[in-house]
Each structure stands twice: as structure tokens, then as C-alpha cells.
Nanobody
Framework: QVQLVESGGGLVEAGGSLRLSCVVD?????????MGWYRQAPGKQRELVAS???????TYMDFVKGRFTISRENTRNTLNLQLDKLTLEDTALYYC?????????WGQGTQVTVSS
């Protein structure tokens, strides 16, 4: 069973940075799949933030372009997200899954809280 384990979240001031990681266990074909980072803010639906395909091609939603950077380490089954220039609106629980249609059971997520 594929397991998604996110980490790296925390409390940061507006304008600050964080680096999130997601380890995908029991997933032999990780390097062949498009993976993505999602987030869910309180009272809102979960949304896709960024994705990266098997060749390293990246796609970002407009609201994070120029601020977030997605990357992957196929040898370690790890997906990363560098968050820079954080704003209050980036406060959310962040998850990873395959993209653009998440298929696997969601992990526990990692909380990002941005303060003013």
C-alpha cells in the first residue's frame, strides 16, 4: 500500500520560506508518475498547487508562480516543495499525491502557518 508522508511545515512570518518534503513509500513506479503538491486552507476545498512530471517538467498554479518551486528525487522516492515569499493566504495543510488526479490515500499532511 502506497504511503505518503509529508514533513517540513511550521510557523513562519510573512515573506519567509519553508521547504516541504514528501516521502512516498511502497511505490515502485514513483519515477514514472506525475506528482503534485496540494493544499487545503480552513473552510476551503483542497487544491493543486504545483506538479512535476516524470521528465521534470513543472506546472504551477498562478497564485504560487514565482514563489514556490517543486522538485523530485527519484532515487529517494521524495517530492519537495520550496516555499518562498510566503503570504498569509498560503496558510494551509499541505499534501502530496499523484497529479492532476490524486489517486492514493492522503497522508496526514504538513501544516504551514504564515503570521503577519
Amino acid at each position: 500500500q502506497v504511503q505518503l508522508v509529508e514533513s517540513g511545515g511550521g510557523l513562519v512570518e510573512a515573506g519567509g520560506s519553508l521547504r516541504l518534503s514528501c516521502v512516498v513509500d511502497n511505490f515502485d513506479s514513483f519515477n514514472a508518475r506525475t506528482m503534485g503538491w496540494y493544499r487545503q486552507a480552513p473552510g476551503k476545498q483542497r487544491e493543486l498547487v504545483a506538479s512535476i512530471d516524470k521528465n521534470g517538467k513543472t506546472t504551477y498554479m498562478d497564485f504560487v508562480k514565482g514563489r514556490f518551486t517543486i522538485s523530485r528525487e527519484n532515487t529517494r522516492n521524495t517530492l519537495n516543495l520550496q516555499l518562498d515569499k510566503l503570504t498569509l493566504e498560503d496558510t494551509a495543510l499541505y499534501y502530496c499525491n499523484n497529479a492532476p488526479y490524486p489517486f492514493y490515500s492522503w497522508g496526514q499532511g504538513t501544516q504551514v502557518t504564515v503570521s503577519s
